[in-house]
């Protein structure tokens, strides 16, 4: 059975830093491309950005919105991928998902973690 | 990056209904092979306190469990989710997903579909 389970989440001041944590099990996680989706309160689905496979690369790409300010990693050895979010502002309160293409090498996701809050505010 | 419209919404149907919801694209998504035609756009159903749930990939190719009244068609810039007959379950938020990852990956704004 595919898991992930995020940790990691809670309340940051603005301009302050967090990391999240995204422990993976049930597929073959250096195959598989991690992906981080974001949900603001009462708005739709986000996409963060996404770390591939060591296999494709390794890349990472994030949308306009983060691009600078968070930072996708991975460890395959622990089946672990993270998100080191510096420069939060309020706009980066939301429910983080990571999701998974199982390796499918494609962005489309086919689970998901149940999410971790993070809400920034003074 | 590349935009995505959906439309309507939200959505007032009933049990049985056929729904149709409708995705754009601001620039086409779609690469031609010599072989076919490969679209990079999924469909999702996401309900309040669940996990999002993958539907359909590649804008037509069910994913694994998906019942047979979801369908997902059209190419370019233009798609379309079909649910055929409504059923109680389906209440739900859809987004659709571009994922040409060359150009930045994007989900819709969603629909949201709720009982009449």
């Known amino acids: 059975e595919v898991q992930l389970v995020e940790s990691g989440g809670g309340l940051v001041k603005p301009g302050g830093s967090l990391r999240l944590s995204c422990a993976a099990s049930g597929f073959i996680f250096t195959q598989a491309w991690m992906t981080w989706v974001r949900q603001a309160p009462g708005k739709g689905l986000e996409w963060v950005g996404r770390v591939k496979s060591k296999i494709d690369g390794g890349t990472t790409d994030y949308a306009a919105s983060v691009k600078g300010r968070f930072t996708i990693s991975r460890e395959d050895s622990e089946n672990m991928v993270f998100l080191q979010m510096n420069s939060l502002i309020a706009d980066d309160t939301a429910v983080y998902y990571c999701?998974?293409?199982?390796?499918?090498?494609?962005?489309?996701?086919?689970?998901w973690g149940h999410g971790v809050l993070v809400t920034v505010s003074s | 990056d590349i935009q995505m419209t959906q439309s309507p919404s939200t959505l007032s149907a009933s049990v049985g209904d056929r729904v149709t919801i409708s995705c754009r694209a601001s620039q086409s998504i779609s690469i031609r092979t010599s072989e076919s035609t490969i679209t990079w756009l999924a469909w999702y159903q996401h309900k309040p306190g669940k996990l999002p749930n993958l539907l359909i990939y590649r804008a037509s190719t069910l994913d694994s469990g998906v019942p047979s009244r979801f369908s997902g068609s059209g190419s370019g810039t233009e798609f379309t989710l079909t649910i055929s007959s409504l059923q109680p379950d389906d209440f739900a938020t859809y987004y659709c997903q571009q994922y040409n990852s060359e150009i930045g990956v994007t989900f819709g704004p969603g629909t949201k579909v709720h009982m009449k």
């Open positions: 999701a998974t293409d199982l390796g499918r090498r494609e962005d489309y996701l086919e689970d």
